[in-house]
């Protein structure tokens, strides 16, 4: 027969006012198991820790059950306290006397009463708990980043300058993601290229970081501090050993058909080609669906002027195998196409463009080499109109977009309308907004500018039409302000339109088992206070992957994203939780029910030779993965044998609380 | 039925998921929200660790009624254990149901660790049930006891 | 018949299956309406009208009747809001009031064939009824 | 039937002879005129006691576990609705495919001293899931029993709680406990029975517990739900004349009706619609919203 120690915490009066935790104390002594019972003020004190572990060493104690507060709250405490009197910490139960008791009952006796069935629950279930052991499995230190836009690259750099490896597997040619579109940045107006392309040549250099570009993850088995990723790098057609990034075949190249996809598509590019002059690496790669001597097998101009000999047309797809403690997701974003919402006309008119396009159109690199001209008939745009809010804060039922807030829109809005006010004065620029929402440092300050030092004109309204009529955009719109209905003739319709993760982000939360909102962007495990990690252990978030923001929030996402996956690496062991399902092989039947519905993928099937009374034969039997096992139980109610139990909650425990609650 | 024994007090047990529904059940008691005492709380991991064994003994040993609470679907802390647990409860219930045992006195619900008022206003409402259902036998006499 | 704000608001709402909490005064519907300058209370304006229980000013102001039922604020509401169905309820509540209700559901049939699109018939009662 | 039987036969013999199969699983008479019985041949001497037709109403899937053990290979006779059973124990990994020889048996319909067996009166299917050949005939491929297979959970559940409940306390007060439903069903496999071990919390055989007693059909069909074929073994053996059928009838209209159509056995997929689900699922609410419709 165990021997169990009762301890009824008072919590002051918190317990005490309302459970007569004398009564209680003493009902307890009379309960089969229970050789000692006690109560005391504040259990959780020192004092009354070290009443704990004076009748554990006393009374020669197997157990304890603190009849206290919300285990919650000191299940952790009790354990320890437990622990340092020399008994397993898993043979302490806590009874919730507050939050489930005393807390919500004003009736003294019914307090006592239920306290005392609480208590007795707790100890019918310890009678069954047998002491549990922690774990440990071994931390592979290396971390691989998905995705090299700026949260992919600053997580790599943290995580590479506390000494440890990072993979970044980019899906492009080239890093830089996004931010590497941008001409200027909000609210300093910094040149997006002049603080981004140091991050990555800083990146490219650094001998932790390994850049993977043009490559995709295509699975990933494992769990926390021992994933093991498969791989693909694409074939490039080009040695990246020896591509010079010189650009000298760019003329020879005959196909021209090609998208600039750098460029939003509004120009071409031969069929072999470097994303963006400061791509890294800066390694041509040819586009397969345009090269004439991959399609014909007849060409080969490239080659020729190639003095590297870097070309290498049958250069096929690579698959590698690498093992990671820590996997980062910051697959990024992309715009929403506005296409479907047709009274902007995005899709029948050219100078309708999107935000996006505008950086393009804007910046030095892109297909107009910065001088702002609409792309209809390269005339400069006298009057331009921005819409915010295209496609962002929809109520999901109408299918005209996203239900969040894009976020980043109001801002960016703010400094295109700005650069084009200072550069060009003589454009008139008007944006239509719902609200404009500044929430960030410095960024109201920048906002107002754009209206009072820029003179931008923002309408408090939303466009019900574009339509174009000669060479103008007539943009109708509400004025809700001066509760009129406008219409500007203008000569280039923006559209700020809302951002959706990569489109790559569902499979890839598919493949870490890593749970998404409904939006596909990654959900974090606390809202509040664990915002940087996926619920699932060893994932961790970086980036609009997680929801829309911006670049300096990005950063810092990306650092904190960083900063968790470096204490993880920093461990050599990691501790696992020794509540974990686990099979009885004697009773396993084999039948793989459980593994089907193991959220982790904690479960195998091995044939194994089996022992036990009158029992010696191979059988295939379940076998869990404690390490990968979180311990949520849904195997053992899928097992139809009753071999599969949890530890810490097994079936007998949970028969036992029942029985001692109706009885 | 309680008419035969006037002081008589339900017996209920509630299986709430350690993530949302016990938080949520904490969160009632911080906020001082009462519920009647007859209401008795067991811990789980998560609603899918509820065999339905579990519900079964507890009728057969006296309860009255027997809930289970968990996370709302699509938040469960272990991703896709409430949706198990769903499809499991379904089916014991109406099973319960085919049995001529009334279908009132088992319960699902979804209680958040943020909805501390909606863990106590269910229990009242489950409680106030019971009540007008009155001494659950039905379970523990399918075979005709001989007591 | 009943004339509180509470009885107008919610036949109105009733009527016309409308959440006028849902918006979030963008002002799409006022940008789309084709016949905005027309009437003295603009699409927008019904929502938030609506929503204050300013129904009779609505019932007495000719805007009812000025709606051309295109259906273009419905169709671009971002927020599902449907102005263009609090309109017509309103005018709904109007016609009840001065008992000009008495052509059912049954009657319209008549006029309708399937050239004769529905809204246009409903729009051109609401007019020439007035 | 008897033509069947004869190439059935025949057939074993042969493949008894060429070394394909080790032994032949199917039925040989008993002492009454409807007492067949199922029965495992060596040679062919002994398959001159092989009987196949009206009254070999057993499903000889479950004698497969234990063939499926032996060297060599084991030839089982199918009826259609056998196949889902040994299809399903398939998708348990609790047999082997290349353990066994299958013939699919041509079935017109079972019997036993009573007239049509139960689960032929509403016959499933004339398909065999699996098999490695058929021999049937045209007679035996034309639909038998058709009649509804949940007329009867139907009808209970048109009754009020009360009357269910006195239909059931009747029933199942008759039970003597003598296991013959669990020994005989086809998805009972487990190596050890939960009602034989004590870990389980279901408790031991002895003492015999309130809750064993009170639960045991319960928790049975509970069990077997999603595995279950619905091959009636069940009611068929109790010699109380339980209707237990009826309650996993019961449990597999409602995952038709909930989930979706679902046959155990049938296809590839070893998911039940216990071990699978989604986000749209039906709440266990609507149990009690069906009930006040």
């Known amino acids: 027969m165990q021997k169990i120690g009762v301890f009824v915490c008072w919590c002051g009066s918190n317990i005490a006012g309302t459970v007569d935790v004398e009564a209680v104390a003493e009902a307890m002594k009379t309960v089969p198991g229970v050789v000692f019972s006690t109560h005391y003020q504040y259990m959780c004190s020192a004092a009354g820790q070290k009443l704990i572990a004076d009748a554990i060493h006393e009374h020669h104690l197997d157990g304890i059950v603190v009849a206290s507060c919300s285990p919650r709250m000191h299940e952790n405490t009790f354990r320890k306290t437990a622990e340092a009197a020399g008994l397993n910490p898993y043979m302490v139960e806590i009874a919730n006397i507050r939050e489930q008791c005393s807390w919500i009952h004003k009736d003294k006796e019914e307090g006592t009463a239920k306290a005392i069935v609480l208590a007795k629950a707790a100890v019918a279930k310890l009678l069954h708990n047998k002491p549990l052991t922690a774990g440990t499995s071994a931390v592979t230190k290396r971390c691989l980043v998905i995705g090299g836009g700026i949260a992919g690259i600053q997580t790599a750099l943290d995580v590479a300058d506390a000494g440890y490896e990072v993979d970044i597997v980019e899906q492009r040619p080239t890093i830089g993601g996004r931010m590497a579109q941008l001409d200027k940045t909000f609210p300093t107006l910094d040149c997006s290229a002049c603080i981004l392309t140091p991050k990555m040549v800083e990146a490219a250099q650094n001998e932790k970081i390994n850049i993977i570009s043009y490559a995709k993850v295509e699975k990933v088995d494992g769990f926390v501090g021992n994933f093991r990723a498969t791989i693909r790098k694409k074939a490039r057609c080009v040695d990246e050993t020896k591509c010079t990034g010189c650009s000298l075949y760019m003329n020879k190249c005959p196909s021209k058909k090609g998208k600039d996809e750098f460029n939003m598509e509004m120009n071409n590019r031969p069929a072999i080609y470097i994303p963006f002059a400061q791509a890294i690496p800066n390694v041509a790669v040819i586009d397969p669906e345009q090269c004439v001597k991959l399609k014909t097998g007849k060409c080969g101009l490239c080659q020729k002027v190639c003095t590297a000999g870097a070309i290498d047309y049958t250069q096929q797809d690579e698959l590698m195998e690498r093992e990671y403690g820590a996997i980062v997701v910051a697959t990024g974003f992309k715009p929403i196409d506005p296409s479907p919402l047709n009274e902007y006309g995005y899709a029948e008119n050219a100078d309708v463009i999107t935000s996006l396009e505008l950086e393009r159109l804007m910046n030095a690199a892109g297909p107009t080499k910065g001088t702002l001209l609409r792309p209809s008939d390269l005339k400069h745009p006298h009057e331009i109109v921005f819409i915010q809010c295209v496609g962002s804060r929809c109520d999901e039922n109408t299918k005209r977009g996203k239900p969040y807030c894009s976020k980043i829109c109001c801002m960016y809005t703010a400094k295109h309308a700005m650069l084009i006010r200072d550069k060009y004065p003589d454009t008139k620029v008007h944006v239509f907004y719902i609200d404009v929402r500044t929430p960030g440092k410095n960024f109201d300050e920048f906002y107002r500018r754009a209206v009072e030092q820029y003179g931008v004109d923002y309408i408090k309204g939303m466009v019900g039409k574009v339509a174009r009529e000669g060479d103008k955009l007539m943009v109708r719109g509400s004025d809700l302000i001066s509760n009129q209905q406008v219409e500007i003739a203008a000569d280039l319709v923006v559209l700020a339109t809302a951002i959706e993760p990569d489109p790559s982000a569902r499979s890839i939360g598919t493949m870490l088992t890593a749970s998404m909102d409904t939006n596909d962007f990654f959900t974090e495990a606390h809202a509040k206070l664990r915002p940087v990690e996926s619920p699932t252990a060893g994932i961790f978030l970086s980036g609009v992957a997680q929801g829309p923001k911006d670049v300096p929030e990005t950063v810092a996402q990306a650092s904190a994203a960083a900063a968790k996956v470096i204490g993880l690496l920093a461990k050599d062991h990691l501790v696992t939780n020794p509540c974990v399902a686990g099979s009885d092989e004697l009773l396993c039947n084999g039948c793989s029910q459980c593994e089907k519905v193991c959220p982790y993928g904690a479960i195998t099937y091995v044939d194994k030779e089996v022992r036990g009374p009158g029992v010696r034969e191979v059988r295939r039997v379940a076998q869990v993965n404690p390490a990968v096992c979180q311990g949520c139980g849904a195997c053992t109610v899928t097992c139809p044998s009753g071999a599969m139990d949890l530890k810490g909650f097994t079936n007998q425990q949970i028969m036992a609380e029942v029985d001692a609650i109706c009885l | ?147 | 018949m009943e004339n509180s704000v509470k009885f107008l608001t919610e036949t109105v709402l009733r009527i016309s299956g409308v959440d006028p909490r849902k918006c979030m005064k963008c002002g799409k519907c006022s940008g789309t309406c084709p016949n905005y300058d027309a009437m003295e209370y603009h699409p927008h304006q019904f929502v938030s009208m609506v929503e204050k229980g300013q129904i009779e000013k609505l019932m007495n102001s000719d805007s009812i009747y000025l709606c051309l039922g295109c259906m273009a604020c419905v169709e671009r509401c971002p927020r599902n809001v449907a102005p263009g169905k609090l309109v017509g309820a309103v005018a709904q509540l109007k016609l009840r009031q001065q008992d000009m209700n008495r052509k059912g559901g049954n009657d319209v049939a008549a006029f309708a064939d399937e050239i004769v699109p529905q809204q246009l018939l409903m729009a051109a009662m609401r007019k020439y009824r007035k | 039937m008897q033509e069947i039987m004869n190439r059935m036969k025949a057939r074993a013999i042969a493949l008894l002879a060429d070394g394909t199969v080790s032994r032949v699983m199917g039925w040989e008479k008993g002492e009454g005129e409807y007492d067949w019985s199922p029965a495992l041949f060596e040679n062919a001497e002994e398959m001159e006691a092989f009987v196949y037709g009206d009254y070999a109403g057993a499903n000889l899937s479950k004698y497969c576990l234990k063939l499926g053990k032996l060297e060599g290979k084991t030839l089982v006779i199918l009826k259609p609705c056998d196949t889902l059973s040994f299809k399903q124990l398939i998708h348990e990994h609790r047999l082997e495919r290349e353990k066994f020889y299958i013939i699919g048996a041509g079935c017109t319909g079972m019997k036993d001293e009573k007239g049509a067996l139960l689960k032929c009166n509403a016959c499933k299917s004339k398909e065999f899931a699996i098999y490695d050949e058929i021999i049937d005939s045209e007679e035996s491929r034309k639909p038998t029993g058709v009649m509804d297979r949940m007329a009867g959970v139907a009808d209970l559940e048109q009754m009020t709680a009360q009357e269910r409940y006195d239909f059931w306390q009747g029933e199942l007060s008759r039970c003597i406990r003598c296991n013959a439903c669990r020994n005989v069903c086809p998805a009972c496999t487990c190596i050890k029975c939960v009602f034989d071990n004590p870990a389980s919390g279901v408790q031991s055989k002895a003492p015999v517990t309130s809750f064993e007693e009170n639960m045991f059909h319960i928790i049975r069909a509970y069990h077997v739900a999603g595995r279950c074929t619905d091959c009636g073994e069940c009611s068929r053996v109790c010699p109380q004349n339980i209707p237990l059928h009826l309650l996993n009838r019961k449990l597999i209209k409602d995952m038709n009706e909930l989930y979706g159509e679902y046959q155990a056995g049938e296809g590839d997929e070893e998911r039940t619609p216990l071990t699978s689900y989604t986000k749209e699922d039906a709440e266990p609410g609507i149990v009690h919203e069906r009930g006040r419709a």
Request: charged share 25%.
């Open chain 2, 1 to 147: 039925m309680s008419v035969n024994n006037p002081n008589w007090k339900p017996k209920i047990v509630a299986f709430c998921c350690n993530w949302c529904s016990y938080a949520g059940a904490d969160l009632a008691g911080s906020g001082r929200m009462n519920y009647p005492a007859d209401v008795k709380i067991i811990r789980v991991p998560c609603s899918c660790r509820v065999n339905p064994l579990f519900i079964l003994r507890a009728f057969e040993r006296g309860a009255d009624g027997v809930i289970i609470c968990g996370c709302h679907p699509g938040d469960c802390h272990y991703t896709s254990g409430n949706y198990y647990a769903r499809r499991r409860l379904t089916m014991l219930f109406s099973l319960l149901d085919y049995l001529g045992i009334e279908r009132d006195r088992t319960r699902v619900e979804w209680v958040s660790a943020a909805e501390g008022a909606k863990f106590a206003k269910t229990m009242n409402e489950f409680v106030e049930t019971i009540y007008s259902l009155g001494e659950n036998r039905k379970l523990s006499d399918i075979r005709c006891k001989k007591s």
